[in-house]
């Protein structure tokens, strides 16, 4: 499959999306150096997302509607605070999908609700992402499979029925090329909460391509996620995590995202296939390995001993095994110490 003319799927490097979220903190300068950050990071994807305070739930700030957990990164704050601070103005959206795209990047979005959609089609985005939390919202699921374009959906929170019932309404209403995003929906998320084991079984159930959505520290979990089959990973981007922002607590710098492309690309290369016996590459080292030589001077007639005879390095005489097979024969020839040692010399 492709998104926005690059190939995703095994036979190419990892697919490394940088969201920005609400890191830009209502600043259009700073969401463009944050572009143009990812970009020169490496980054293939640059996602944000589209919605707004009111499209995201009441103006409440009591109840059901704030934040009480104190471990939580928002606690303190009504959820239409932390969405009117988070949001990325639409107003925004063209300059930044043009920054984007002038720097070579995938770029696209996630949307929260069907005018987010209608709003996004007329940007002509290549693609479609589905947060954890909506996964679950099956009339945006088929709003956005409607579409006909590709569509990356994070797995977080969901359960095997939910993700199943997910994945059937978005193939049924048109979607034909999916990405399910091993996610797991606390920010951090902590390696032991984050079972990247799943990413295979996901690819086997819905024969689909699988990635990871991560919300750990570093590239670890991204890394070891790659050997797992995932050919997408997503992480949260910022300029500097001093700065602050809604999400900056878990959002890589532009250092680590040059780290996580060039690190999740080595983990794709060193996967290659099943293979034994000497490597191309490991031609010339084949002389590093011990082999069986002369080790004092030896006239014709002389019995092999374990006084003049040795394995040692390097690789040119006959191997190890046939040591002990030599021992007590006798050479047909003088031969001098560092000879490596061949059956033609034994009568």
């Known amino acids: ?3 926005g003319g690059r190939s995703i799927g095994p036979q190419v490097p990892p697919f490394v999306i940088a969201e920005m979220s609400g890191n830009h903190s209502q600043s259009l300068e700073r969401a463009l150096d944050i572009v143009d950050a990812a970009a020169a990071a490496g ?3 640059f996602k944000i997302q589209t919605y707004t305070a009111d499209t995201m739930t009441l103006p409440l700030s009591t109840g059901d509607f704030f934040i009480d957990d104190e471990d939580s990164l928002w606690h ?3 959820l239409h605070d932390l969405y009117q601070v988070a949001f990325t103005p639409w107003e925004w959206h063209a300059a930044i999908f043009e920054r984007a795209r002038e720097r070579g990047l995938v770029a696209f979005s996630t949307p929260f609700d069907e005018s987010a959609v209608d709003f996004l089609e007329d940007l002509e985005v290549p693609c479609y992402k589905i947060a954890s939390f909506e996964n679950a919202h099956l009339p945006l699921i088929r709003k956005v499979a409607s579409t006909g374009k590709p569509l990356v959906v994070s797995t977080g929170m969901a359960t095997l029925s939910e993700l199943d019932e997910t994945v059937r309404t978005a193939r049924t209403h048109g979607c034909r090329d999916l990405i399910l995003l091993k996610c797991t929906s606390t920010y951090p998320a902590s390696p032991e909460n984050t079972n990247i084991r ?3 079984h996901l690819r086997e159930l819905f024969d689909c391509e699988v990635g990871l959505s991560d919300h750990t520290l570093g590239v670890g979990a ?3 996620s790659v050997a797992l089959g995932a050919t997408v990973i997503e992480k949260h981007f910022t300029l500097d995590r001093a700065d602050g922002g809604v999400d900056s607590a878990f959002s890589m710098e532009p250092a680590e995202m040059r780290a996580l492309v060039e690190e999740t690309e080595r983990a794709w290369q060193a996967l290659g296939g099943i293979r034994y016996g000497p490597l191309p590459a490991e031609a010339s080292s084949m002389r590093f390995r011990r ?3 002369i080790a004092q001077d030896v006239s014709k007639g002389d019995v092999l001993t374990t006084r003049n005879l040795r394995v040692v ?5 006959l191997p190890p095994r046939h040591f002990g097979s030599l021992l007590g024969l006798r050479v047909t020839r003088d031969l001098p110490m560092g000879t490596a040692m061949r059956w033609e010399y034994l009568g």
């Not at 390095?313 to 005489?317: D, E, I, K």
Request: no cysteine; aromatic share 8%.
């Open 1 to 3: 499959m492709k998104i």
């Open 43 to 45: 980054a293939h994807g």
């Open 76 to 78: 303190g704050q009504s």
């Open 198 to 200: 799943t990413i295979p």
């Open 222 to 224: 991204a890394v070891a």
């Open 291 to 293: 082999s069986v030589y």
């Open 313 to 317: 390095r390097p690789g040119y005489g």
